[in-house]
């Protein structure tokens, strides 16, 4: 999944703006696993995203 290989390279500033966790053992911001990413997809409606991007 290409999405998965680009959210590796996000900064923490995009990370913390996007809301991911943070590691409490660092205190830095986790990018999304690869499986947390192919299941985002799944939970949004077609028709629903397609109004908002296309107003």
Known sequence: M??????VTW???MLA?????RD???SA???PSAST????????D???LDAELTG
Do not use: C, F, K, Y
């Open 2 to 7: 290409a999405i998965a290989q680009a959210v």
């Open 11 to 13: 900064d923490q500033e």
């Open 17 to 21: 703006a996007l809301g991911v966790r």
């Open 24 to 26: 409490p053992g660092t």
């Open 29 to 31: 911001h986790e990018p």
């Open 37 to 44: 990413l192919s299941r985002v997809p799944a939970g949004l």
């Open 46 to 48: 077609a028709d629903e």
